[in-house]
């Protein structure tokens, strides 16, 4: 059985930092290209960030240099550091996964950026 388990989230002035996590099981982790993705209120999902499994990674242009993705292999972790958040950054938060065949999602965590 395939999980991914978000956590990290939380409320968080302007300009704060957190750090977003995402624990696979039942995956070879290190063969997934993973992302996260967000979703705001009234809002599509988007794409935030991914990092393939070389490790070469892409950003949205609106996190780009506020934003790091990054993984563990060994923990089976992808993280998102997120730093000088922004009001418009509050959304749910959720972790993909994606290789060859179906792809899978977390259930998602709550970043809310206000004062």
């Known amino acids: 059985q395939v999980q991914l388990v978000e956590s990290g989230g939380g409320l968080v002035q302007p300009g704060g930092s957190l750090t977003l996590s995402c624990a696979a099981s039942?995956?070879?982790?290190?063969?997934?290209?993973m992302h996260w993705y967000r979703q705001a209120p009234g809002k599509q999902r988007e794409l935030v960030a991914g990092?393939?499994?070389?490790?070469?990674?892409n950003y949205a242009d609106s996190v780009k240099g506020r934003f790091t993705i990054s993984r563990d292999n060994a923990k089976n972790t992808v993280y998102l550091q997120m730093n000088s958040l922004k009001p418009d950054d509050t959304a749910v938060y959720y972790c993909?996964?994606?290789?060859?065949?179906?792809?899978?999602w977390g259930q998602g965590t709550q970043v809310t950026v206000s004062s």
């Open positions: 993909h996964a994606v290789w060859s065949g179906p792809d899978y």
């Open positions: 039942g995956i070879v982790f290190r063969l997934y290209a």
């Open positions: 990092i393939a499994s070389t490790r070469i990674t």
